[in-house]
Every structure is written in structure tokens, then in C-alpha cells.
């Protein structure tokens, strides 16, 4: 009578396909869980410790490494001195090993998980018998995947679980395996975490930390919620590296990379109030950086929409205790030191681009009125926020602020007047303390002129193109004050 050995972590199917076996005569041996999931099924099964002759010991973390079992299965049955080595010690042989391990990249992709129970997750007898059973795929089937429970028993049946399709199944068990093993390397070097997908489900992804420094996504110390995602993670890097250039109080919201709103204010649930009237609407299922304590009554706020992360240096227990009543929100907690040597890396076909990231404050000493007219205090308030936003938004990006708030946001068009008329669109609100910023400089005058149409009386742009005389002439036409900043913030 033949044997096999069932021992499952994922129990779908499991129970038919035992009782498949024992009909076609194998005897069957199992373990735990998998034990009583077969036996409440009505099919015959014998615990392992029958085989082995043994009890389980240590919580079950010994139970199959026995010689009993890797006698039966290692076994070389075209050499005569291990067939009499096992009648000696009275082994019989094993014929099949079903094994699918415990569930570790499931554990680990909980971020509250602790390293106890990433390692009670680490299996031991599942790897060490889908192996030996795999080496000796000449005589012994291993199937390690559900999906191959019912092609199994059609070749049984059909007499076909020949060599060719066991050193299928004995492939199977080595990339199982070795995926097992990356995940565990993975998980303790703090290196590399397996993402469910990447920027769209169809694509394998993976985030490589090679720094666990507090002041970056890579070391967010995460308080609640489910795994980051790969777009998770780039907007939030996003709204964090944006959020650390304001020194008062600030909120950042992004969406799909660019902020759809950004506020400053006397206090953090001022500055989110503005960030949040910003764009009400774009905000909606975004991320939201703060660079300041989250209170209750910010929290109050922050629950009050769906939003997939919120990222703060610090939430009090009762903001926490607020936020933690919706299980999937990600809560970060990060340091906002800015490191100046910072660098970023871009891939392409064949390598990467690496790159400085753009930390650049210039202040409004180092900027030049080019105009008849001059900004008045409010307008240069509003240029000095614009301009360390501007930086964060995909070119061409104009965006019009004031000096609490971003009013309106235009981004990744492929000229620089779609994207004025965007943001000139998506405008809250347009005042005399409302200003237009550019991150790259005009190359002719329309843009201009599309603000003078819309009551815009101040400009900063970088400043630089053969044709800006064009544009000054046009701003002071209109009577617009123009700063030119003498740099670009091209963001691609």
C-alpha cells in the first residue's frame, strides 16, 4: 500500500484530494490542523506520530524531522543497501509528500507584525520534506501546489504520475522554496518587502530600503493600518520630502504624485484646513503630510474623509485612538530633518539616472522684480509659498497660491498655458493676494496674458528665455509685478 504524506498550510481542496488518495489505496499520514481537517472530512488518516512511532514535542516544532519519515522518503529504490537499510530499521517507504508551508509572507505583510511571530511563521519540517522528497523526484511525487491536486489523481488514475511529471512537480518545489527563503532573508536583513502588485495589479513589485533612517519613508515607523502600497509609497514620499521644506506649521495632500493641496497656517489644524479647502474634492482617497503633532482635533478632521495615509512626526494616544477606528488608514510616524545628501534614483532601459534631490530654498534676497510694478507683502508671501511648492508638481507646473494656501494647480501638460488654464480652472478663489507660479520660465508671453485676463497681479517664474522681455513688456502692460527667481524646478 502506497503512502503519503499530507501536511498543508493552505487547506483549500485538501480534504477531497485526501480522500481521492485513500480510494485509490494510499495510506495516509498527516499532521495538526490538516489531521483534523481530513479526519472531519470522513477520510482515514493516521497521525504522523504513528509513522514515526514518536509524540510531537516543542509546540509541534518536531514532529516529521524524524528518520522514520526522511528514511521513507529519501530512499533510493535502484540501490538494494537502502531498501535493506530500511527493513532494518523497519522504515517504509513514502510515495508522495504534500506540503505547502506556513503562511510567512502573509505574517510579515502585517506591519504590526513582531519578529516573534515572523519566526514562529518560519517553517522548518514542510521545507526540509518538500526537499528531500523533491531530490528523490525518481520515486517520490511532492505536490506543493492545490492547483495540482486534481491533474495528480487524473495521472494516478490513468497510471501517468510518471518521472517526467514528478521532476515537473520537483521544480515546483524548489521555486516554492526558494521564494520561502527570500521572503524570510528578505524580512530580517529589512532590506526588500514583496508588494501585492506594482503601479497596476499586472505588475510584480518590491521596495528595497537601503536606509532605515527615521526621516524617510524607507524607516516610517507605521503606528496602523495594512501594508503600503507601490503608489502608497511614491506619494508619500512625495508629500513627506514637500511637507519638510515648510518650517511653520504646514499640511501637504497628494494625489497621484502631485499636491492637490498644500496649507500653512499659526497651527496644524489650520494649515490641514487650508490644505483641505485647497481642493476639497482631489483630496478625497489621498495622502496627507504634517509637520506637526496630530491632536484630537485634528484627527477628528483627518477621520472625517477617506484617506489612504497620513504621515506626522508624532499622534498623540487620542488622536490614534480616533484614526485606529478605520482598520485600513496608514498612520506613519517620521522624523521631518531634511537630509541635504540625500539622492534619487530614476530607472531606465538598460540602468538608472541618480540624482540630487532638489532641496533648493533660495530666498527673496536671491529673487529679482523685473517689472514696473512691485509684489505688494501679501503677494510675496504667496510667491514664497508657491515656489517651494511648485517644485513638487510634474512639469510644466503652474500653480496659483496666496499666502496661506495653494488656490489652484496645474500639472504635466505639454505646454506651459494648459497648465495655467488648468490651475486657473481648479482656482478656488482669485484676489489680489492670489499669484501665479511657474516652475520653468516663459517662453512666450501668452501665459501672461492669460493671467492678466484672470486678475492675476503677480508672477514668479524662473526667469531665462530669450523671448522674456515679451513677457515683461505684457506684464507691464497689465500692470503685473514679475519675479524672476534665476532657477528652474523641472520635475519629470
Known amino acids: 500500500m502506497k503512502k503519503a504524506i499530507i501536511?498543508?498550510?493552505?487547506?483549500?481542496?485538501?480534504?477531497?484530494?485526501?480522500?481521492?488518495?485513500?480510494?485509490?489505496?494510499?495510506?495516509?499520514?498527516?499532521?495538526?490542523?490538516?489531521?483534523?481537517?481530513?479526519?472531519?472530512?470522513?477520510?482515514?488518516?493516521?497521525?504522523?506520530?504513528?509513522?514515526?512511532?514518536?509524540?510531537?514535542?516543542?509546540?509541534?516544532?518536531?514532529?516529521?524531522?524524524?528518520?522514520?519519515?526522511?528514511?521513507?522518503?529519501?530512499?533510493?529504490?535502484?540501490?538494494?543497501?537502502?531498501?535493506?537499510?530500511?527493513?532494518?530499521?523497519?522504515?517504509?517507504?513514502?510515495?508522495?509528500?504534500?506540503?505547502?508551508?506556513?503562511?510567512?509572507?502573509?505574517?510579515?505583510?502585517?506591519?504590526?507584525?513582531t519578529e516573534s511571530d515572523a519566526i514562529e511563521n518560519i517553517d522548518i519540517g514542510g521545507p526540509t520534506m518538500l526537499r528531500a522528497a523533491a531530490k528523490n523526484f525518481k520515486h517520490v511525487a511532492t505536490v506543493v501546489d492545490p492547483s495540482d491536486y486534481d491533474e495528480v489523481i487524473k495521472r494516478i488514475k490513468a497510471d501517468q504520475l510518471d518521472e517526467a511529471y514528478r521532476k515537473s512537480l520537483m521544480i515546483k518545489v524548489?521555486?516554492?522554496?526558494?521564494?520561502?527563503?527570500?521572503?524570510?532573508?528578505?524580512?530580517?536583513?529589512?532590506?526588500?518587502?514583496?508588494?501585492?502588485?506594482?503601479?497596476?495589479?499586472?505588475?510584480?513589485?518590491?521596495?528595497?530600503?537601503?536606509?532605515?533612517?527615521?526621516?524617510?519613508?524607507?524607516?516610517?515607523?507605521?503606528?496602523?493600518?495594512?501594508?503600503?502600497?507601490f503608489n502608497n509609497i511614491k506619494d508619500a514620499d512625495s508629500a513627506l520630502s514637500l511637507v519638510k521644506k515648510f518650517n511653520e506649521p504646514a499640511a501637504v495632500a497628494v494625489k497621484h504624485m502631485n499636491p492637490c493641496g498644500v496649507g500653512v497656517g499659526e497651527t496644524i489644524n489650520e494649515a490641514y484646513e487650508r490644505a483641505y479647502e485647497a481642493d476639497s474634492q482631489s483630496i478625497f482617497g489621498g495622502i496627507v503630510a504634517l509637520n506637526r503633532t496630530v491632536d484630537q482635533e485634528l484627527a477628528e478632521s483627518l477621520h472625517s474623509i477617506f484617506l489612504e495615509v497620513v504621515i506626522?512626526?508624532?499622534?498623540?494616544?487620542?488622536?490614534?485612538?480616533?484614526?485606529?477606528?478605520?482598520?485600513?488608514?496608514?498612520?506613519l510616524e517620521i522624523d521631518m530633518t531634511i537630509n541635504e545628501d540625500e539622492e534619487e534614483f530614476v530607472s531606465v532601459s538598460g540602468g538608472y539616472l541618480v540624482q540630487e534631490k532638489d532641496h533648493s530654498s533660495i530666498g527673496r534676497d536671491e529673487m529679482k522684480v523685473v517689472t514696473e510694478a512691485q509684489p505688494s507683502e501679501a503677494q510675496w508671501d504667496a510667491m514664497l509659498l508657491g515656489w517651494r511648492v511648485v517644485a513638487a508638481v510634474k512639469s510644466n507646473a503652474v500653480i496659483l497660491s496666496n499666502p496661506r494656501q495653494t488656490v489652484g494647480i496645474g500639472a504635466g501638460q505639454m505646454n506651459r498655458v494648459g497648465s495655467a488654464e488648468i490651475a486657473i480652472e481648479r482656482a478656488i478663489d482669485i484676489n489680489e493676494e492670489v499669484v501665479?507660479?511657474?516652475?520653468?520660465?516663459?517662453?512666450?508671453?501668452?501665459?501672461?496674458?492669460?493671467?492678466?485676463?484672470h486678475g492675476i497681479k503677480a508672477i514668479i517664474q524662473p526667469g531665462g528665455s530669450i523671448k522674456d522681455q515679451d513677457s515683461i513688456d505684457m506684464a507691464n502692460k497689465h500692470g503685473i509685478a514679475m519675479v524672476t527667481t534665476g532657477e528652474r524646478h523641472f520635475k519629470h
Open 174 to 229: 524548489f521555486e516554492h522554496t526558494n521564494d520561502y527563503d527570500h521572503a524570510i532573508v528578505n524580512f530580517f536583513s529589512g532590506k526588500r518587502e514583496d508588494l501585492r502588485y506594482g503601479e497596476n495589479p499586472q505588475q510584480a513589485a518590491y521596495f528595497v530600503r537601503q536606509s532605515n533612517a527615521a526621516n524617510t519613508i524607507a524607516g516610517a515607523k507605521q503606528l496602523h493600518g495594512k501594508q503600503l502600497s
Open 436 to 453: 501665479m507660479v511657474s516652475d520653468g520660465f516663459f517662453p512666450m508671453d501668452d501665459t501672461v496674458e492669460l493671467a492678466a485676463k
Open 7 to 113: 501536511s498543508v498550510s493552505n487547506k483549500e481542496g485538501v480534504v477531497e484530494f485526501a480522500r481521492n488518495l485513500s480510494e485509490l489505496d494510499y495510506e495516509l499520514y498527516s499532521t495538526g490542523g490538516t489531521l483534523q481537517a481530513i479526519e472531519a472530512g470522513g477520510v482515514k488518516v493516521k497521525s504522523i506520530s504513528e509513522l514515526t512511532q514518536f509524540d510531537e514535542i516543542m509546540d509541534g516544532r518536531v514532529k516529521t524531522l524524524h528518520p522514520a519519515v526522511h528514511g521513507g522518503i529519501l530512499a533510493d529504490r535502484d540501490k538494494e543497501e537502502h531498501i535493506q537499510q530500511l527493513k532494518e530499521n523497519e522504515i517504509d517507504l513514502i510515495d508522495m509528500v504534500v506540503v505547502n508551508l506556513y503562511p510567512f509572507k502573509e505574517t510579515v505583510a502585517n506591519p504590526n507584525v
Open 312 to 331: 506626522a512626526p508624532d499622534f498623540t494616544k487620542e488622536a490614534l485612538d480616533i484614526l485606529q477606528q478605520k482598520k485600513n488608514i496608514r498612520l
